[in-house]
């Protein structure tokens, strides 16, 4: 794999830029592929993918989630709304699954569409999901909810996200939109990985070095490139431009307004710009967040010496860390 990180020199003029909101809907044209089933393996599968060997888990299969979340009788609407809660609030109150915390530690809050939670939790509501080998064995008592019409039933999917990004007939937007979601859950993915395996330390090095491999293997799978920037930089390789700044300072205003931040997309002649907030999680702090309480001695001692001029400590959960910023021709 190549280490080179495609640094892009965004000149944006402001005279003829339009902004605009992307929309998170599927295209018609693919509605009876199921795109709650779509979305669902790209977004969720990273971690909770059911062909993902026991040993080598991050999270729950689906199902299980299913299993915990599903009570006879229960209505779509109810189901779909306890999913939307979690989603919007991990935390220790709302857990309906404290085996899996005790195994994997909490699910860190992310940012995903309402709709698109929605159309997840409305797919696992009407479909049986896939199972993983030793599923019924560990649960004896998990029969689906008696409406699953067996559209999703016993097929891992074995085709990969990347393979559904290059074919999906998404707009530009969207994909953009895509990119940044699947590069963050890849990495969330490896570092949460990490650091449940080796520690914090070792996930640091890992972060250091791998960080820059995974999202430029992205970029040339998809055509596209894709870059972090903060306004207090780890690294001063992904220090804000000027322009990256003022989306960051929009996204802060979102939080502050206590809005769900909505990508931006800027077009300038054929390349398409979107910015899209990075939060902080709970996972985050061991690295971004206090030192000495929530950064242990050793940690931020090896973050100084290899970083001298970090701006990137004091956060805490749910702040803007940065952005992605993906750009790609139309
Ligand atoms: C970066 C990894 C990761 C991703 C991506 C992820 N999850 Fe999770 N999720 C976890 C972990 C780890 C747990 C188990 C610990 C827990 O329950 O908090 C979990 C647990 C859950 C639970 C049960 C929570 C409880 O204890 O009550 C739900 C519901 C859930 N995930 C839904 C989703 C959905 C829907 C998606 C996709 C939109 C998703 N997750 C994506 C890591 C992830
Ligand atoms: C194990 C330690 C560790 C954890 C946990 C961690 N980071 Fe980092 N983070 C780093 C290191 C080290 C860098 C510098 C990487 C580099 O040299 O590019 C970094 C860089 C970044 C950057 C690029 C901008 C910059 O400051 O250079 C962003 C954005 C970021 N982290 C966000 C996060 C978020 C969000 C989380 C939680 C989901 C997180 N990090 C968790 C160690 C960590």
Redesign the pocket.
């Known amino acids: 794999m190549k280490n080179i990180f495609p640094i892009l020199l965004l000149i944006i003029s402001f005279g003829c830029q339009k902004s605009e909101k992307p929309s998170y809907g599927i295209k018609t044209a693919i509605a009876e592929q199921n795109p709650g089933k779509k979305l669902m393996e790209m977004q969720c599968y990273v971690c909770h993918n059911p062909a993902t060997p026991h040993e080598n888990r991050i999270a729950p299969p689906m199902i299980a989630v299913k299993s915990h979340y599903y009570k006879k009788g229960m209505s779509k609407a109810d189901f779909v709304n306890d999913i939307q809660n979690w989603i919007k609030n991990p935390v220790a109150e709302n857990v309906k699954m404290p085996g899996a915390v005790k195994r994997f530690g909490m699910m860190?809050k992310q940012y995903f569409s309402e709709s698109a939670i929605r159309q997840i939790a409305e797919y696992m509501y009407e479909n049986e999901l896939e199972k993983p080998v030793d599923f019924d064995k560990n649960h004896k008592n998990m029969n689906g909810n008696g409406k699953g019409n067996g559209n999703g039933k016993g097929n891992v999917n074995r085709q990969n996200n990347q393979g559904f990004l290059n074919n999906n007939p998404f707009s530009n937007q969207e994909k953009g939109l895509q990119i940044a979601l699947q590069t963050k859950a890849v990495l969330?993915k490896n570092?949460m990985g990490?650091?449940q395996k080796e520690g914090?330390?070792a996930?640091?090095d890992?972060?250091?070095i791998k960080?820059?491999q995974l999202t430029d293997s992205m970029s040339v799978v998809k055509n596209a490139t894709i870059k972090?920037?903060?306004d207090?930089?780890?690294?001063?390789?992904?220090k804000a431009t000027a322009a990256e700044e003022i989306y960051i300072q929009l996204f802060k205003d979102d939080i502050k307004n206590n809005k769900d931040s909505e990508p931006i997309v800027v077009e300038n002649g054929r390349n398409i710009n979107l910015y899209y907030p990075?939060?902080?999680?709970s996972?985050?702090l061991?690295?971004?967040g206090t030192p000495k309480t929530q950064i242990t001695e050793t940690?931020f001692a090896q973050?100084k010496k290899?970083?001298p001029n970090?701006?990137?400590i004091g956060y805490n959960i749910n702040e803007i860390?940065?952005i992605w910023n993906v750009s790609f021709n139309k």
């Open positions: 860190p969330g570092l990490k650091i914090t330390l996930a640091l890992f972060c250091h960080a820059f972090r920037a903060s207090k930089p780890r690294n001063a390789k992904n990075i939060l902080t999680n996972m985050c061991q690295c971004h940690v973050i290899k970083y970090d701006k990137a860390r940065g």
